[in-house]
């Protein structure tokens, strides 16, 4: 059989491999595209999210599918888990994740960094928050002009369908928001006041309806499959190129030897921030950045108890500033597993806290090419450090934590005010960063470009190279969309 041939592969079927798919769709309509994912589709429609599904046992059912080579189902927490994680101390069971699986070799030692996964069609894209903050100024990448970053920002606001108020009109929400304000404002710009956490989701009569890649892909969920095909369980173990030029890739289904080849004129790779770095490591693409500077904001939590006559449903948002370095969730938490201590009365709001991390090269991922992981690719681990300034800034922050929380009512009796063991934000960023020149401190151009090749390009969050606290895959889709735009230029034959 002769080899299949495609204009375009693109290696991920994330937020981010759809959005190349998307935009390259928009500007090259004849593009012949491919989209590989390790992991199996799990609901009829393409990437749709999880979260629709109103039944919890069946969407448990379902999620477990996205994870990777262990499906077996994560088991709650229970009483006592809870009580050691109010209390404050450290807490391995956190890193039980439904439907997410760890990628790296996780040790249980100081320092530890849980780097979590999704493998299915959609990615990360099917259980997602589908919280899209802008990133603040100080956030973007300081060597993209601002006005086309801001347009980038409003494409990958229309990819993902953000919706800036989706719960309009709770009026707990505007009381607590006002009151946030009083304290917050002052200083900002209208744009970073206190305000509702916008979401890629669409407000239906019976609640909200959470976007996927479904929505990124728009119609191209329903193109033939000449034009348009995601091939599912089918992962990426090698990119062959040859002087800088790819000539295609090398397909396998996970657990299995045999491996096919398929040419392809442009090949992006979109496999999350500890899988993209993996690829190249395996395909022996190895820029001197690869898999360096990861970075990951903490998350401080907080449960706090508010006293309302009507219960808060809304979600909301104090963004990052030059001066407020940090991002704040704010949400009804469901505590319908925890147990509660008896003089809590109100309506229990959850926190999440960001809080950004130092970025250093010494921070890293790494590739074992002597052990395989569940796709035949080298087995990765993390070694990372936390920097003496991460320690004080987190102190910091834990007090604004605690202030907050007297704001929206009082911190929850019982529960501390923790840190999250590292990884929690799912958030990872750097390790196939973008950089204004080839000087050994990033992977890729400013257009999402490997350094050194033609036709080689790599996507989400692993390219944002700055320092953020705010939650990433708009920003990286923004990123994605100058990738795109360029492929489609420079590829168009038609
Ligand atoms: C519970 C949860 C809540 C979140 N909430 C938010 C939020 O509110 N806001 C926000 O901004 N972000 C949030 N995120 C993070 C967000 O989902 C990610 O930023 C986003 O999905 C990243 O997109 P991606 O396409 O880069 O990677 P992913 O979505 O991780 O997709 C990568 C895909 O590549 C596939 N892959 C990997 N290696 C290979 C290979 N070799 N061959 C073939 N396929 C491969 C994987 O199987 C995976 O399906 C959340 C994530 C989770 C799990």
Redesign the pocket.
Known sequence: MAPQSKDVVI???????SAYARLIRRDWPEARILM????PQILPQTGAHLDNIVDLEERGALEVLAQGGDRTPRIPINKEEWEARRAGGFDASQLRRSG?FIANDADPAEDLFAG?????VG???T??????PTPSLTERVPFIPAAEMQAAIATAEMLLGTHKDPRAGDPTAIAMRERLGAVFNPGRTPDRFVQPMPLAATPTADGLRYHGTDVVLGPMVDEPAEIFTILAE???RRIVHEDGVVTGVELCRPGSDDSWFVAAGTVIV???AL?SPQ?LHASGIRPQALGRYINDHYIISQISEMTTDVPMQAMSWIPATETFPFSVTIAPASLNTMPLSPDFTGQPIGMGFFVPADISPDNRVLFDDTRRDW?G?PAISIRWKQSDADRARLELAKGIARQISGIIGRPAPGFATIVLPVGSS??YQGTIRMGESDDGTSVCDRNSRVWGFDNLYV???GVIPTVTAT????Y?LALASFGAAEIAKARRTH
């Open positions: 290696i991920g079927s994330g937020p981010a491999g590989v994912e390790a992991g997410l979590f996964s999704a493998a299915n990615g990360m894209g259980k997602w928050s589908t919280g899209t089918t992962a990426c979109a496999c999350d899988h690829l796709m690719l799912l958030h996507a989400g969050n939650n990433p895959t708009l990286s």
